[in-house]
């Protein structure tokens, strides 16, 4: 596909500066730019980078004003990083989009199809699942009894979903993901072994709701699992039984929920992060990479640091401490040896 | 399904207060609880639910004494938390099992099947593989060459079990899970690159032993990767290879147990925990959750907490100060203050 | 499959001492020998065992000087580690591959087949696909459009890989592994939700590339997210959008790399390391297990531990002082009231 600066401005409604017949096939980053390519200016640090790019477009903020000579031609936004976003997401929707039921498929007679749906080869639809308009269903995936999808979704190749799960519209899972697998519940008898308590709820997950590649969010002992409106959660993310996590909440990849804890909404988790069972954590709550949260945490736009989890600023200045243990117990020790040496002690 | 409160008490050994005909269809938590639900109440935290709830009957400890009008039906039974899990088990028991070989399955004419399996769509059973009775192979398994399943084992969707794997009876692998792959077994060449050394041992899990969605159990170099009798490993846990875990040990989720490692019986690990290589550790090790042990660990029954870990009451008192490290640091600094300008030196 | 130590000792270039005529037909730890296995001996503290083991065959380095009696046949070899693996790797490159193209299969008529194939059942192979000579892919993979796989390239069973992703030759790809699938990547918009941002870059995995079980490697936003020639990663690893791992860098299970990182070439981490986005790591660096980096490491061959990771000597110093920091605290305290008694203050 090929674009003018000319349509591209339009599509933008920015304003060109420069070639309004320049032409791009391709995306790049500003440092790495290459002639048919359009790149953005939105991060200062970047801006040096414009003098030299040899991309053939560049989308700059409203008010940038060059300090030199740039051989690109300029688009004008508002909003360079969400114009960009903008024109990836125009690009994305004129990829071809796969269609219609291939050969190979397994749909029982009972399911309720939608219109305007893929279902790729080797994917299964169970009994009384039912599939939603313009629902993508990418091979090799399992869609199980009683399953309901809504509107628009995409389910990336190799996804399973256990029976019983409600998937909203507007929804991205990513390849390999797992919904409804039982939640981790066993009963302790009396000669240390255990039994498996029986995971008979489900999984709901609400609309615009993104989940990354081999994301597990097991379905509820009793009742249901929870992922609300606008959630996004990255690759490796694990949700157990009973999980509810708050609408727009974004996690990135490998966190961990434990079983009945409550993920309050617009709360930003880093890599890698744990949250105990049976807590709640309230809206707003930042927890940096690799924290781990124990306790309940009650008061919203906290952020947290460190494993198990303390205010953000507490845990930086005691690792500062941490760091030079060493110099401070030296430094200890010396006191130690003055007042010995002066004999000074308690009488 | 349906059940009155006779039928119920007749399953579970129970005494009836209240309605003997009322009826429920459902499960609910005491907190949600709706009519036609049933609920349990174990822990004392959630008594005062009980004189709310709307659930039509609610499972009691023989000994709870109310203090208030309850409108539920009671039933009294000697562990209303086991009697739960037993009625869910009862009703997981009923619900319709899927059975015989669907179309689209690719089964080597060498495979030996059991009686009344089933064998989903789109899965592969190899060469020489042998299936026992009653086995349940969900859609878009693959079984490879000469593994071995045992009796009433379920493999739900997408399991990849390669070569040689053996598995027990009663066990459960949730979807996605991956067993017998390659150990991560390289050996240095002079060039700073890595020669791969070939893993040709396999996988041994005995039998009721449960492993959530995602878990990878890796061969080993030579001899066999063994998980035991009773072993429960939640998702995304990783067992590299030459490891063995004692029976029945209970790993939460995102657990990684790095190669030739020992683990002994009835440990329980919390999530996030990280194991390292050619260790051991013993029978009844508790490992609070994103401990990393990094040493053998030879008394049974320690608790561990950090990374690393270091016994727990160990860890918690120092976290303690880490917390107030500014603080102690500031006396620490004062103290210094003091003795220099009150003149006091080492002579 | 049988040898003779004499077959053995000439594929080894070794020496015997023993019976030449020795059968083995199975390999086993030292510690584990039985007859008719060979075991090796490179770890001095293994020593002991060689004055014990059934093993027929032992291959030990050329300097070993036993001080008793040994039973096995002893084959002498430079390094008897090495000679392992490559005696491993004959053996298992004797082992039966699967060939050809099973039924069952999804191919695109314009995808492009090279010689000697396997393609297993249930497997997809997208528009335009170039598959290259030897590749085996196992049962239930999913190739996307325009993807490109190299020579000798093993694909084992469920691996996903998206559309324009680019594989070189004599790469390993474990089980369930997904490749490709979107970086994460949103945009804030003004009501706490996120706009996404479309993914439309690939990922190039060069040759000679090893991914364990369930690695998820993400699409460049913009770009490519690259993994260079050499590369090792263990199960469960997640490398995000636009990262690039420099040459035979090897990261045990677990590991998560942030967006836009750039790892040099020959680093080690260990299990579930995290690297922060956005930061370069120089070549060499060694990260132990759970280690976070949150900065840019300048410095080649660094050796660093901690969550944030700090140089490994000081981790580990001020790591025994956190362990004993009750005492240190008393000690403190101790002084404190000292000086409190003897009345010394500043002035």
Same mark, same amino acid.
């Given at each position: 596909?090929?674009?003018?600066?000319?349509?591209?401005?339009?599509?933008?409604?920015?304003?060109?500066?420069? #070639?309004?017949?320049?032409?791009?096939?391709?995306?790049?980053?500003?440092?790495?730019?290459?002639?048919?390519?359009?790149?953005?200016?939105?991060?200062?640090?970047?801006?040096?980078?414009?003098?030299?790019?040899?991309?053939?477009?560049?989308?700059?903020?409203?008010?940038?004003?060059?300090?030199?000579?740039?051989?690109?031609?300029?688009?004008?936004?508002?909003?360079?990083?969400?114009?960009?976003?903008?024109?990836? #997401?125009?690009?994305?929707?004129?990829?071809?989009?796969?269609?219609?039921?291939?050969?190979?498929?397994?749909?029982?007679?009972?399911?309720?199809?939608?219109?305007?749906?893929?279902?790729?080869?080797?994917?299964?639809?169970?009994?009384?699942?039912?599939?939603?308009?313009?629902?993508?269903?990418?091979?090799?995936?399992?869609?199980?009894?009683?399953?309901?999808?809504?509107? =628009?979704?995409?389910?990336?190749?190799?996804?399973?979903?256990?029976?019983?799960?409600?998937?909203?519209?507007?929804?991205?899972?990513?390849?390999?993901?797992?919904?409804?697998? #039982?939640?981790?519940?066993?009963?302790?008898?009396?000669?240390?072994?255990?039994?498996?308590?029986?995971?008979?709820?489900?999984?709901?997950?609400?609309?615009?709701?993104?989940?990354?590649?081999?994301?597990?969010?097991?379905?509820?002992?009793?009742?249901?699992?929870?992922?609300?409106?606008?959630?996004?959660?990255?690759?490796?993310?694990?949700?157990?039984? =009973?999980?509810?996590?708050?609408?727009?909440?974004? /996690?990135?990849?490998?966190?961990?929920?434990?079983?009945?804890?409550?993920?309050?909404?617009?709360?930003?988790?880093?890599?890698?992060?744990?949250?105990?069972?049976?807590?709640?954590?309230?809206?707003?709550?930042?927890?940096?990479?690799?924290?781990?949260?124990?306790?309940?945490?009650?008061?919203?736009?906290?952020?947290?640091?460190?494993?198990?989890?303390?205010?953000?600023?507490?845990?930086?200045?005691?690792?500062?401490?941490?760091?030079?243990?060493?110099? /401070?117990?030296?430094?200890?020790?010396?006191?130690?040896?003055?007042?010995?040496?002066? =004999?000074?002690?308690?009488?």
């Amino acid at each position: 596909m090929e674009f003018t600066a000319k349509q591209i401005a339009e599509i933008l409604n920015g304003k060109i500066e420069g #070639d309004e017949n320049a032409i791009v096939n391709n995306f790049a980053k500003i440092e790495e730019g290459k002639p048919n390519a359009i790149s953005f200016l939105a991060n200062p640090k970047y801006t040096h980078y414009i003098y030299e790019t040899e991309s053939s477009i560049v989308l700059v903020n409203e008010d940038f004003e060059p300090q030199k000579k740039i051989n690109s031609t300029l688009i004008r936004v508002p909003d360079a990083y969400k114009a960009l976003a903008k024109l990836l #997401d125009v690009y994305n929707s004129m990829m071809e989009k796969p269609n219609g039921i291939e050969k190979n498929t397994h749909i029982h007679k009972k399911a309720k199809l939608g219109k305007d749906i893929y279902v790729g080869a080797f994917s299964y639809i169970g009994k009384e699942a039912v599939i939603g308009d313009n629902v993508l269903i990418y091979p090799g995936c399992y869609i199980g009894n009683n399953v309901s999808i809504g509107d =628009n979704t995409i389910i990336y190749p190799g996804v399973k979903i256990y029976y019983n799960t409600i998937i909203g519209k507007n929804c991205v899972i990513h390849a390999g993901s797992v919904i409804g697998a #039982d939640g981790f519940g066993f009963a302790p008898v009396q000669d240390d072994a255990f039994v498996k308590i029986a995971q008979i709820g489900n999984v709901i997950i609400e609309d615009n709701v993104e989940l990354g590649a081999l994301v597990t969010i097991d379905r509820a002992t009793m009742g249901s699992t929870i992922i609300r409106t606008g959630v996004r959660l990255d690759n490796h993310n694990h949700v157990a039984h =009973n999980v509810e996590i708050g609408r727009n909440t974004v /996690i990135a990849a490998q966190g961990g929920i434990a079983g009945s804890s409550k993920i309050g909404e617009n709360c930003m988790f880093g890599g890698q992060v744990g949250i105990a069972p049976h807590i709640l954590v309230a809206n707003g709550t930042k927890v940096a990479a690799t924290g781990a949260i124990s306790n309940t945490i009650k008061t919203e736009n906290t952020a947290v640091m460190g494993a198990p989890a303390i205010e953000i600023s507490n845990f930086r200045r005691s690792f500062i401490h941490f760091r030079n243990l060493d110099k /401070i117990v030296k430094k200890l020790e010396k006191l130690e040896k003055i007042i010995e040496e002066n =004999n000074l002690t308690i009488e």
